[in-house]
């Protein structure tokens, strides 16, 4: 089978044939059909992530995927050969990754059974960004009423928590670059787009709600000193913080709310996706679409910056 494999750091990755896995005990076979690009295969891939994660090489890249059911090893109880699946594998290593034609996972860690009504490419860009999403919003703790903030809502993460604010009942403000973004975010739901390249964002966000928001989420700001400057303008003095970059610092933040999101697959989380996405509440954003053997343009657009999400298909 073709896989998409780093063999040592400082190459660049590579396509390259290697035997299909075999199912053991416990196992599912997946018939990888699409696959997404996430920011942290990138840095995976570049070997930027080899401070926090270990590898073992050679590395299949890729989190996200959707699929089918090829084989079951022996004791699986939750899944049948044909059965449509997706999510993301996150594993203590980079090692198997959902870059390749088949992968050996753990029933009941990395999918779930796809919503019937989505299809392989959408299915396979809701994992990763979409249960990174559902977190964001329990951490910014958001109702029907609460006025929030996305800052980085044209992305993968940020598209994900505008539908489910929006869903939920929420106002949102999202940060979009006049023209094309900002369209793009306000069908998403955002009821005001504020252009981050033009005006001084924090300042714009803050005359845009004066009264202040009950949260923001943050896919963007990587300094905690930015984050928390951010935070005490735009935030009520009981507001949440959540940052996807470990930018919260509760010795900047005081008495705000301040959360680091640190994404896990999780299989309950995964489900709850699934029924969002079955019941029409959000909608994977794929803007752009890859063949497998094209993933080096894949990676490179989403290294240019896109909206939404960029898919490959393996199928
Ligand atoms: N901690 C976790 O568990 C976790 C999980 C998922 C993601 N993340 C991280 O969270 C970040 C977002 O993930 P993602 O998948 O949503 O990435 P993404 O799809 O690349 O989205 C980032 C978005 O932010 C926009 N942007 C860039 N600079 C901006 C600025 N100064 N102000 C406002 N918007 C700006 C980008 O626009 P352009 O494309 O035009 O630059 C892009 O649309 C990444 O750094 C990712 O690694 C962390």
Redesign the pocket.
């Known amino acids: 089978m073709r896989a998409y494999q780093l063999e040592r750091f400082d190459v660049p990755p590579r396509m390259v044939e290697v035997p299909k896995p075999v199912v053991s005990e416990g196992d599912i076979l997946v018939r990888v059909l699409a696959a997404s690009v996430?920011?942290?295969d990138l840095?995976i891939a570049s070997g930027n992530a080899r401070s926090w994660l270990d590898y073992r090489f050679p590395v299949t890249l890729g989190r996200d995927l959707s699929g089918r059911v090829e084989a079951t090893g022996a004791g699986v109880a939750g899944f049948a050969v044909g059965d449509r699946v997706f999510g993301f594998i996150a594993d203590h290593e980079a090692h198997a990754g959902s870059f390749a034609e088949y992968v050996s996972l753990p029933e009941g860690a990395f999918v779930v059974q796809a919503p019937a009504n989505v299809d392989d490419v959408h299915a396979a860009a809701l994992g990763?960004?979409g249960l990174?999403a559902t977190m964001c919003i329990d951490a910014a703790n958001i109702g029907s009423s609460s006025w929030l903030l996305v800052?980085?809502a044209?992305?993968?993460?940020?598209s994900y928590v505008v539908q489910i604010a929006r869903n939920l009942g929420a106002h949102v403000v999202a940060?979009a670059r006049t023209g094309a973004e900002e369209l793009y975010v306000r069908s998403l739901g955002a009821d005001v787009a504020i252009d981050?390249s033009a005006s001084d964002?924090v300042e714009a966000a803050r005359a845009s709600r004066p009264e202040g928001f009950d949260a923001l989420v943050d896919?963007?700001t990587a300094d905690p000193d930015a984050f928390a400057a951010m935070a005490r303008t735009i935030l009520t003095s009981d507001g949440a913080a959540v940052s996807?970059?470990?930018a919260g610092d509760p010795g900047r933040l005081g008495r705000l709310h301040g959360t680091n999101?640190?994404?896990s697959p999780d299989v309950s989380r995964l489900r709850a996706i699934a029924h969002l996405a079955q019941e029409g509440h959000i909608q994977a954003p794929v803007r752009a679409t890859y063949d497998f053997a094209a993933i080096e343009a894949a990676f490179e657009a989403?290294r240019a910056?896109?909206?939404g999400?960029v898919a490959v298909t393996l199928g």
Request: net charge positive; no cysteine; charged share 5%.
């Open positions: 996430n920011p942290v840095a990763l960004a990174t800052n980085g044209t992305g993968g993460v940020g940060s981050w964002f896919v963007v996807t970059l470990g999101i640190w994404s989403v910056g896109t909206t999400k």
